[in-house]
């Protein structure tokens, strides 16, 4: 996954806990549902933002099952690409130094750099 993450609160956070852990089998499996659907959807949604011109970050894109602990349901939505972060919330301007060629060429504008 990536370095940060995500975090709801939820009003009434302790209450629902005691709630969770107080419910029967049937009850928490339908959590465990609600949340695996919920967390499917996030992954949908974040696919859908993401670039897919190569398809390597719109790939990695991916939800993990939820998991019952002793006073919580929780899954995971997310991608172990280290640049994701960087697509999704963009960077400083810098200086990009040609390496291979004597130039930059972008097929999207039309245009020669260096």
């Known amino acids: 996954m990536a370095d940060y993450q ?3 609160d939820i009003i009434g ?3 629902l806990q005691e709630a969770i852990s107080s419910v029967s089998g049937v ?9 695996n659907k919920t967390a499917i959807d996030l992954e949908r949604l974040a ?5 897919h011109r ?5 790939n990695s894109i991916h939800a993990e099952p939820a998991k019952i602990t002793a006073t919580n ?7 172990n690409l280290k640049y994701a ?5 963009g960077t400083k301007a810098h200086l990009v130094q040609v390496v291979n060629k004597k130039v930059l060429y972008s097929k999207e504008a039309n245009t020669f750099y260096g």
Do not use: F, N
């Not at 696919?47 to 670039?51: D, H, I, Q």
């Open 85 to 89: 972060v960087y697509q999704e919330k």
């Open 73 to 79: 349901i929780e899954a995971h939505v997310g991608t």
């Open 27 to 35: 009850a928490r499996h339908a959590l465990l549902d609600a949340i």
């Open 13 to 15: 956070a302790k209450e």
């Open 6 to 8: 995500l975090s709801i």
């Open 47 to 51: 696919r859908s933002k993401a670039p």
């Open 54 to 58: 190569r398809g390597g970050l719109w």
